[in-house]
């Protein structure tokens, strides 16, 4: 039976139902989602679900990691989590992603317990409603009729189904860079919906936050991650929660970078709600190295 949006929705649902295989011990498998190695907003979601359940009371506000080595699709992830800090108001978790005995990705989550306060936020940007823009799944399919024959497993990794469907405002074509401002807007959702259960939102906003960051870093030197000679992964990645999201309803996504150099691209995003709440804030630095310049 061959797989549809929903389907691959419910799989993501369940990747994010870890295994407790011991006090603050939790284990979680990996898909193949076309790239190199693991997805890395597979392992944020992941370990924001296992921070999170150390956690009494108090909801995530946001999370710091950082990817120290490609993880293995083909291999389980386990999760160690260190209870830093159990406040009145705040609580810290540090989580080591581990595969093969060696920290694959390391996070430190913080958690809040409900308090009002001052509210302020920047504006959302006025863009096209996303009922009014192309699947970016229709788009791929176009880019790859003009790109010609493409290897088989590019072919499958750009038109697999997603968990998330993406509506980008003005569509790029990763097969055929053009050079453009290093800022994207991009607006995105779960493929079907989901149980209302705002720890399932915030860890799938983990997971999606991950996607388009680092290619608008890109954007301005006609380089893409599907091109042979580049070697673009994530660094570091931080995000911040202002509002609990509902993943299931479009999402705008407002990423800009503001600086590359030394083979690493700076991205920033502002993620809205379709109702223009800002929901979350996001900052990730990237590598963006040609091969002919690698190093070990």
């Known amino acids: 039976m061959s797989d ?24 979680g498998e990996s898909r193949d989602l076309g790239g190199k190695s693991v997805f890395g907003g597979q392992v944020l979601g992941q370990a924001l679900v296992a921070a999170t359940r150390t956690v009494d009371e108090g909801v995530a506000h946001s999370l ?3 990817f120290l080595r490609p993880g293995a699709m ?24 581990i595969q093969h005995g060696r920290p694959i990705c390391s996070v430190i ?9 001052a509210s302020h ?23 790859m009729d003009d790109a010609g024959p493409l290897p088989e497993r590019l072919q499958w990794a750009l038109t697999r189904p997603l968990a998330l469907e993406f509506r980008p405002v003005n569509p ?7 050079a453009r401002e290093p800022q994207q807007q991009i607006w995105f959702k779960a493929a079907g919906p989901l149980p209302a259960e705002p720890v399932l939102h915030r860890c799938m ?3 999606a936050s991950d996607y388009n960051l680092l290619t608008t870093a890109l954007l301005p030197h006609r380089m893409s991650f599907l091109q ?21 309803d479009w999402l705008l996504y407002d990423m800009d970078s503001p600086a590359a150099s030394g083979a690493r691209g700076l991205t920033f995003g502002r993620i809205f709600s379709r109702d223009g709440d800002l929901v979350a804030s996001v900052a990730q630095e990237n590598l963006m190295r040609r091969i002919d310049g690698k190093r070990d």
């Not at 549809?4 to 939790?26: G, K």
């Open 228 to 248: 042979p000679d580049m070697v673009v992964a994530s660094i570091d990645h931080a995000l911040w929660f202002h509002r609990t999201p509902r993943v299931d």
């Open 172 to 178: 790029w074509n990763g097969l055929d860079p053009d």
């Open 109 to 117: 989550a913080s958690f809040q317990q409900p308090e009002e306060g």
């Open 64 to 66: 710091h990691a950082y």
């Open 74 to 97: 083909d291999a389980p992830i386990v999760y160690e989590v260190d209870r830093v800090r159990d406040g009145r108001s705040f609580a810290a978790r540090r989580v080591q992603a």
């Open 121 to 143: 936020q920047a504006a959302m940007p006025e863009v096209p409603s996303p009922e009014s823009l192309a699947p970016q799944s229709e788009l791929r399919r176009k880019w």
């Open 4 to 27: 549809t949006p929903s389907r691959v929705l419910q799989d993501l649902v369940d990747l994010l139902d870890l295994e407790n295989i011991e006090v603050n011990l939790f284990r």
């Open 205 to 207: 906003l983990a997971y």
